[in-house]
């Protein structure tokens, strides 16, 4: 071949290759197979000027592959020439703005004027949540320009995430869901170990927060708005950053690396709402922000730390990001970023003319919708490397279906395959006449084929029975299977043949049942042979047929063998049933299986035995005993023998008045803590399944409460269950013969044989045991009246379970020891009831052996709550028969309600003598009340119809309650008038407590006073109450006038009530006291605290109205010196003006009889009232108990006018020496002191009469001389030694009584039979003092003696002057001083 026909090949050849080439690159620059050609697209036109749909790109990932899916079925599917525009701003608003026609620079909008020219009409995915500013700004000035917006079916969020790589880790270390805000509280948990330290991010990478949103001085206002945290910025309002770049927060400040590094990009996105929510839920967060973009997309990939992100997006998806779940909240206060921040719906901007425009478009634009999952697929492949468009280009190929329901169509009823012909209401039609449009067969129909003269259709046909059809647009139907079944037309599949039938073949609309009650293993079975008993049942194996299984049992059907569950114990398989057996208490001893089936070591009913010679162990099963596993019942034994002789030790030698309280405190905490231990030990013995942990908690702690089985007997010796409930009885014998033998050594070794003379200390020991373990006995007697039921109808006994209730001989015998052992706690509840009786009397008696013998029982205890005692008895013996009663349900319920009833008897009487017991009674009564409640939710096979039997029983009590309460308020409404009070004592305590207390017995004793006294400290029981007493049970207020008294608000109060309410008043003034002033009354609200005046309703104007009435009425004035007689002239003017004289006359003769009588025993008190009160108080108190001998009453030395001063009779042996406060710097006492010197007298009862009196050290024995010497040379002696230092320091050696005023009148008589006591024991009082020297002697009389001389000449001069008068002050101030200056010795 020459050149030219070569030549001629070759260019017939490249223009061949040129033509492939060119129709290559034409197919691979289309995607769709039946594209448009591209010299048939056409522009739109717009206003008369054609231009090609202008887009708007998105400059971000998922607005870029989005935006080319719309773009191809704009080009391709519509035929429309597009451009495409953008910029380079990572940001929606210029979209918006673009196709509004605006620019914005430097902030300043503007819009151009020609609308029509516009060249951009759609935006793809526009973040309207961004710029709501600018995009109000346009629609409010130019609605006519603001585009159309249709939401694309997807939304954005921007929140905290996390990998899920540190999620999994948290969830399989620790449980910790780290996709909820919760987990990073530090004080429940520690998150921060599944991230890596804030220190492991290089410092490089990150921005200053002076370059951030962190330096800003308006964010510590933002924050702090809603999460107050002054440390964490500084005055200006910017963010505190140790090292320029971090921020801690307050959670882990003080601890940065305990901190969880969180990143977040930009100049510094959501940091305000990152750090409230790092302050206001507790979350150790520590905040930087990325130096650059590159820098914020990268760290999060390379460290283990939490990032703010935004989806969708392609930044971390290799990390599998999780979001961080923090609380909802619709309608957050404006600037609140704390709660989850909203979802941002994404949308298609289009411009307003493309509706007239290209109507085709704007309709498939309207049409656009995509879930989030196909953005997310594509954001995937994108990711990996795909160009958007070719990423779009794989959605179309792949989602035909569902963007061609986008498209508009020509003619509505060409239905392609798959499609069918439906109505206008949407319904599938056999021909085109009916039809209005065409739409995707659904499951269950197929589409057929329909030529008509419009030309080829299809219409939608349901399968028929025996076939189906899963998918949508399907052209044919598939048979049923073997083992499927469909007797119902146009179903979307088969059905598997139900449990108990088969369908051999295919094509089936029925299946074959199986016969005899058998049942197939599953569904979908082919064959007769595969019917069998079915599960709950087991095949007989006589008979053939099915037997239902036995609940406790395992029948897993299919010619299985039926087993026992877990927990229990299959003992026979019987032709009428099973026998199963439950394991109660630890059902790890039944691990489940065949007959009698143990776990290890064990055997007998419901595997409760061991073999001998082992031991249960904590896994259930039983081990071999060991050389050490007898120690356990050595130690208790040895234990239990100490502590008896620890209690006998304790209860011989401590005397109740002696015992150190901090000793008793300790000793009644522990018998309280005792005794909760053996309650909750009650508590785990009601018929409960607790899961675990809470199975081995209760297991603990009732092992703790005297549980024997931690002893081990098993290894000590072979006993059956008898022998040990015998054990169990024997326990408190052995205990009192072990206190026995104790007392007969110590009474033989320590008290020469005195057996009957120390048989207290044996009563109060054995008194001590048997209270304290009073519930565990009653516990143990009754064990076998606590019998369980199991599933084969039997019953056993709950302690000992091998042992069958009521149909065995050694149940029987049980029962009637237990019945017989049941005496004993019987006999003691009736040995203390007869105590609480006798105890008035005993304590009347001034028996003070009785209360130390029997201390067990009143020690705790107020006197007047000593029936809580039998209370205390009584509900331990309730809580120890309640798991007695057979029904669960019941058990708890009662639980509940004895423990209800002992909180509100604990909280209504508060029984117990220290507010530590009754807080510590309320909080185990309140602990023991939870836990019952909280068992009520593992009860198991409740008795509902209990419930209904509880509401009735409620029913009925509310009936009857009703109208008693109603008769009782009504009684009490008609009993008001006559008042229970007829007095009320206001007073104020430090300045007239004494003689208040003296006023009650007087007014008591008076016969013209008919009706009871109040004094708040014998009546009130609540302080809330105190204004309605005198409103309400009160005839007169006597209102005892000290200086301050109207200085203290219930005082004011008091008075206040009785003005308002119109209560008689009845003022004593003292000589001290003046009447409130004009500008006290004015001042009173900023003088006194009226609060709780006015939380009673008590208002400022009334206090003003009571104090200007008070000197409106007639008053009683207290004389300066306080005598009997003066006594008596007061109680006659305040009880009754018509009986004074006879009163008077009454007194004086009664005081001149007594002084007529020759008395051995004097009281020496100070000259004030509150003094001599305390010590006529004594008096009225002591008279009673020596009526029958009154030369044993002391004698008062009065100061007053006509008595003979303070000399102290030369008959007397025995002083009373009352101390008050202030008592060593009156003259008066002085020297009475001085005469007890001169007359030698040292038998002397030292009694503290005052609240706050100081026991004297050196400093004071120091002033007390200066004050002798000093009264000395005011009556012309001169001293050269000490005279009353050695008395005063002698007499308090001796043990000081009390006797305080401000107790109980009870307390006040226990304390008075004291003093009598020490009174008679005169070896007691004998002080231990050297004899006077001469010196002594000769000062001591010519003190005496001057005193009676200057007191006659003063009585000559002047008759009414008293002793007070006789001698210069001394320096009383200074003595006081030094006497605030000494503390108790």
């Known amino acids: 071949m020459g050149a030219p026909e070569c030549g001629m090949v070759l260019a017939a050849f490249l223009l061949v290759l040129f033509a492939v080439l060119c129709i290559d690159l034409r197919v691979q620059a289309a995607c769709l197979p039946d594209a448009i050609l591209e010299e048939k697209l056409q522009n739109i036109v717009v206003d008369g000027i054609s231009m090609p749909l202008g887009f708007w790109n998105a400059n971000w990932d998922s607005g870029n592959v989005v935006g080319a899916v719309v773009r191809l079925i704009c080009v391709e599917a519509l035929g429309f020439r597009i451009n495409i525009t953008g910029s380079d701003d990572v940001s929606s608003l210029p979209g918006l703005l673009a196709l509004a026609g605006c620019t914005r620079k430097l902030g300043d909008l503007r819009c151009t004027e020609n609308v029509a020219a516009n060249p951009h009409h759609v935006a793809v995915e526009f973040w309207r949540k961004y710029n709501p500013v600018e995009e109000a700004w346009v629609q409010t000035n130019y609605p006519e320009r603001f585009p159309h917006s249709f939401k694309l079916g997807y939304v954005a969020v921007d929140e905290l995430f996390l990998a899920t790589s540190e999620k999994q880790a948290a969830y399989s270390a620790r449980g910790l869901a780290l996709q909820f805000y919760t987990s990073y509280d530090v004080a429940w948990n520690?998150?921060?170990?599944?991230?890596?330290?804030?220190?492991?991010?290089?410092?490089?990478?990150?921005?200053?927060?002076?370059?951030?949103?962190?330096?800003?001085?308006?964010?510590?206002?933002?924050?702090?708005?809603?999460?107050?945290?002054?440390?964490?910025?500084?005055?200006?309002?910017?963010?505190?950053?140790?090292?320029?770049?971090?921020?801690?927060?307050?959670?882990?400040?003080?601890?940065?690396?305990?901190?969880?590094?969180?990143?977040?990009?930009?100049?510094?996105?959501?940091?305000?709402?990152?750090?409230?929510?790092?302050?206001?839920?507790?979350?150790?967060?520590?905040?930087?922000?990325?130096?650059?973009?590159?820098?914020?997309?990268?760290?999060?990939?390379?460290?283990?730390?939490?990032?703010?992100?935004?989806?969708p997006s392609t930044h971390f998806l290799e990390r599998q990001t999780v979001q961080v779940m923090f609380p909802e909240n619709d309608q957050p206060a404006e600037g609140d970023k704390r709660n989850k921040a909203p979802t941002t719906v994404l949308s298609t901007l289009v411009h307003q003319a493309l509706e007239k425009a290209a109507p085709r478009a704007y309709e498939v634009l309207q049409q656009v919708q995509f879930s989030q999952a196909d953005v997310m697929a594509m954001l995937t492949e994108l990711k990996g490397g795909g160009r958007p468009e070719d990423v779009a280009c794989k959605w179309l190929l792949n989602n035909t279906r569902k963007w061609r329901e986008w498209l508009p169509k020509d003619d509505p009823t060409d239905c392609l395959s798959g499609q069918g012909l439906v109505s206008s209401s949407g319904e599938f039609v056999r021909v085109r006449a009916e039809a209005?449009?065409?739409?995707?067969?659904?499951?269950?129909?197929?589409?057929?084929?329909?030529?008509?003269?419009?030309?080829?259709?299809?219409?939608?046909?349901?399968?028929?029975?025996?076939?189906?059809?899963?998918?949508?647009?399907?052209?044919?139907?598939?048979?049923?299977?073997?083992?499927?079944?469909?007797?119902?037309?146009?179903?979307?599949?088969?059905?598997?043949?139900?449990?108990?039938?088969?369908?051999?073949?295919?094509?089936?609309?029925?299946?074959?049942?199986?016969?005899?009650?058998?049942?197939?293993?599953?569904?979908?079975?082919?064959?007769?042979?595969?019917?069998q008993c079915p599960p709950g049942t087991y095949q007989d194996a006589g008979s053939g047929a099915c037997m239902t299984c036995s609940e406790g049992a395992t029948c897993r059907g299919f010619g299985a063998a039926p087993e026992a569950s877990p927990g229990f114990q299959l003992s026979q398989i019987l032709s009428d049933g099973l026998s199963v057996f439950a394991c109660f208490g630890d059902p790890q001893r039944c691990p489940g299986g065949g007959l009698d089936a143990c776990a290890s070591g064990r055997r007998g009913i419901a595997c409760a035995e061991c073999e001998p010679e082992m031991s249960p162990a904590d896994t259930g099963c039983c081990e071999p005993c060991g050389r050490s596993d007898v120690l356990p019942f050595v130690a208790a034994i040895v234990s239990a023998c100490i502590c008896l002789a620890l209690v006998y030790y304790k209860v011989n030698n401590e005397d109740t008045a002696r015992q150190s309280y901090s000793a008793w405190l300790i000793t009644v905490v522990f018998g309280q803590s005792m005794l909760n231990l053996q309650l909750i030990g009650a508590v785990s013995r009601i018929s409960v399944q607790w899961p675990e942990p809470a199975r081995s908690c209760m297991k603990f702690l009732k092992g703790l409460a005297f549980d024997p089985e931690i002893l081990r007997l098993g290894c000590v010796a072979s006993f059956s269950a008898i022998d040990l409930y015998m054990l169990r009885l024997c326990t408190l014998p052995l205990g009192i013969a072990v206190l026995v033998c104790t007392h007969i050594v110590v009474a033989t070794l320590r008290h020469g044989g005195r057996l009957r003379e120390r048989l207290s200390a044996l009563v109060g020991s054995i008194g001590v045991i048997v209270m304290s373990l009073f519930l565990t006995i009653c516990s143990w007697i009754l064990s076998p009246f606590r019998c369980r039921h199991h599933p084969n109808g039997k019953w056993t006994m709950v302690e000992y379970e091998v042992i069958l209730c009521w149909d065995s001989a050694e149940h029987i015998g049980l029962l009637v020891a237990g019945g017989i052992a049941l005496s004993i706690p019987m006999l003691f509840i009736a040995s203390v009831i007869h105590l609480l009786r006798s105890f008035p009397v005993r304590m009347s008696a001034g028996d003070v052996n009785f209360l130390n013998r029997y201390s067990f029982l009143f020690a705790r205890v107020k006197p007047a709550s000593r029936w809580f005692m039998l209370a205390f008895l009584l509900r331990n013996l309730v809580v120890a028969t309640l798991p007695s009663i057979p029904n669960a349900f019941w058990q708890t319920f009662l639980m509940l309600t004895v423990f209800v009833l002992s909180l509100c008897g604990t909280l209504r009487f508060e029984p117990w003598k220290v507010p530590l017991l009754n807080g510590f009674d309320v909080l185990s009564n309140f602990f023991l009340?939870?836990?019952?409640?909280?068992?009520?939710?593992?009860?198991?096979?409740?008795?509902?119809?209990?419930?209904?039997?509880?509401?009735?029983?409620?029913?009925?009590?509310?009936?009857?309650?009703?109208?008693?309460?109603?008769?009782?308020?009504?009684?009490?409404?008609?009993?008001?008038?006559?008042?229970?009070?007829?007095?009320?004592?206001?007073?104020?305590?430090?300045?007239?407590?004494?003689?208040?207390?003296?006023?009650?017995?007087?007014?008591?004793?008076?016969?013209?006073?008919?009706?009871?006294?109040?004094?708040?400290?014998?009546?009130?029981?609540?302080?809330?109450?105190?204004?309605?007493?005198?409103?309400?049970?009160?005839?007169?207020?006597?209102?005892?006038?000290?200086?301050?008294?109207?200085?203290?608000?219930?005082?004011?109060?008091?008075?206040?009530?009785?003005?308002?309410?119109?209560?008689?008043?009845?003022?004593?003034?003292?000589?001290?006291?003046?009447?409130?002033?004009?500008?006290?009354?004015?001042?009173?609200?900023?003088?006194?605290?009226?609060?709780?005046?006015?939380?009673?309703?008590?208002?400022?104007?009334?206090?003003?109205?009571?104090?200007?009435?008070?000197?409106?009425?007639?008053?009683?004035?207290?004389?300066?010196?306080?005598?009997?007689?003066?006594?008596?002239?007061?109680?006659?003017?305040?009880?009754?003006?018509?009986?004074?004289?006879?009163?008077?006359?009454?007194?004086?003769?009664?005081?001149?009889?007594?002084?007529?009588?020759?008395?051995?025993?004097?009281?020496?008190?100070?000259?004030?009232?509150?003094?001599?009160?305390?010590?006529?108080?004594?008096?009225?108190?002591?008279?009673?108990?020596?009526?029958?001998?009154?030369?044993?009453?002391?004698?008062?030395?009065?100061?007053?006018?006509?008595?003979?001063?303070?000399?102290?009779?030369?008959?007397?042996?025995?002083?009373?020496?009352?101390?008050?406060?202030?008592?060593?710097?009156?003259?008066?006492?002085?020297?009475?002191?001085?005469?007890?010197?001169?007359?030698?007298?040292?038998?002397?009862?030292?009694?503290?009469?005052?609240?706050?009196?100081?026991?004297?050290?050196?400093?004071?024995?120091?002033?007390?001389?200066?004050?002798?010497?000093?009264?000395?040379?005011?009556?012309?002696?001169?001293?050269?030694?000490?005279?009353?230092?050695?008395?005063?320091?002698?007499?308090?050696?001796?043990?000081?009584?009390?006797?305080?005023?401000?107790?109980?009148?009870?307390?006040?008589?226990?304390?008075?039979?004291?003093?009598?006591?020490?009174?008679?024991d005169m070896e007691r009082m004998e002080l231990s003092l050297e004899a006077t020297t001469q010196e002594q002697s000769e000062i001591i009389k010519q003190i005496c003696e001057r005193a009676h001389q200057v007191r006659n000449v003063a009585q000559d001069d002047h008759p009414r002057t008293t002793a007070v008068s006789l001698v210069p002050h001394l320096e009383e101030d200074r003595f006081q001083e030094v006497i605030g200056e000494t503390h108790y010795v």
């Open 190 to 311: 520690k998150a921060r170990d599944f991230f890596d330290s804030y220190t492991s991010i290089p410092a490089s990478r990150l921005a200053k927060c002076t370059d951030t949103k962190a330096g800003a001085k308006k964010l510590g206002p933002l924050v702090q708005q809603f999460a107050p945290d002054l440390a964490g910025f500084d005055p200006s309002g910017a963010a505190n950053c140790p090292d320029g770049q971090w921020w801690f927060a307050p959670s882990c400040r003080s601890t940065p690396d305990e901190c969880i590094p969180v990143l977040t990009g930009g100049n510094g996105w959501m940091l305000d709402g990152l750090m409230q929510r790092a302050i206001a839920f507790n979350m150790p967060l520590a905040l930087a922000t990325a130096a650059s973009w590159g820098d914020y997309v990268s760290l999060p990939s390379a460290h283990r730390c939490l990032f703010l992100s935004w989806e």
């Open 929 to 1320: 009340f939870s836990v019952t409640g909280i068992s009520m939710a593992f009860l198991q096979n409740v008795d509902l119809e209990a419930v209904p039997e509880i509401m009735l029983i409620a029913a009925v009590c509310v009936l009857v309650m009703l109208p008693i309460a109603l008769v009782w308020c009504l009684a009490r409404h008609m009993r008001s008038k006559a008042k229970p009070f007829r007095w009320f004592i206001c007073h104020q305590k430090s300045a007239s407590g004494a003689f208040a207390r003296l006023m009650k017995i007087a007014l008591a004793e008076s016969k013209t006073c008919a009706g009871g006294v109040f004094l708040d400290s014998d009546n009130l029981g609540d302080l809330a109450t105190l204004f309605n007493v005198v409103k309400s049970d009160v005839k007169t207020l006597l209102v005892l006038c000290t200086r301050e008294v109207f200085s203290r608000p219930w005082c004011l109060g008091e008075l206040t009530t009785a003005f308002v309410s119109q209560v008689g008043t009845a003022p004593v003034h003292f000589s001290d006291f003046r009447v409130p002033s004009g500008e006290f009354i004015s001042n009173i609200a900023s003088l006194v605290d009226l609060s709780c005046l006015v939380e009673s309703g008590l208002g400022v104007a009334d206090v003003e109205g009571a104090l200007r009435f008070l000197p409106t009425l007639g008053h009683t004035s207290m004389p300066p010196l306080l005598s009997e007689v003066g006594l008596a002239k007061i109680t006659a003017q305040i009880a009754s003006t018509d009986a004074r004289r006879d009163l008077v006359a009454a007194t004086s003769a009664s005081s001149a009889a007594r002084r007529t009588l020759t008395r051995s025993t004097v009281i020496l008190v100070d000259t004030t009232i509150e003094a001599v009160s305390a010590a006529m108080t004594f008096l009225k108190l002591l008279f009673p108990l020596v009526a029958h001998d009154p030369r044993k009453l002391p004698m008062l030395l009065e100061h007053s006018e006509n008595d003979e001063g303070i000399l102290v009779p030369e008959s007397t042996t025995v002083v009373v020496l009352f101390c008050t406060a202030g008592c060593f710097a009156s003259v008066n006492y002085l020297l009475g002191l001085i005469h007890m010197a001169r007359l030698n007298i040292k038998s002397v009862v030292p009694v503290v009469a005052a609240e706050h009196f100081d026991f004297p050290e050196n400093a004071f024995y120091a002033a007390l001389d200066k004050n002798v010497a000093q009264f000395c040379t005011s009556i012309g002696i001169q001293r050269t030694v000490n005279v009353l230092t050695p008395l005063v320091t002698a007499i308090f050696r001796k043990i000081v009584m009390r006797f305080s005023v401000m107790d109980t009148i009870d307390i006040l008589q226990v304390q008075t039979r004291r003093i009598l006591s020490s009174l008679e």
């Open 436 to 531: 209005s449009a065409c739409a995707p067969c659904v499951a269950g129909f197929f589409a057929s084929k329909l030529t008509d003269d419009r030309g080829l259709t299809h219409t939608c046909q349901a399968c028929a029975v025996g076939q189906s059809q899963p998918m949508w647009g399907s052209e044919t139907c598939t048979v049923c299977l073997e083992g499927y079944f469909q007797d119902i037309v146009g179903q979307s599949a088969c059905m598997r043949c139900a449990k108990g039938s088969y369908a051999k073949g295919l094509g089936h609309s029925v299946c074959t049942e199986c016969s005899g009650g058998k049942t197939t293993d599953g569904t979908g079975f082919r064959f007769a042979s595969d019917c």
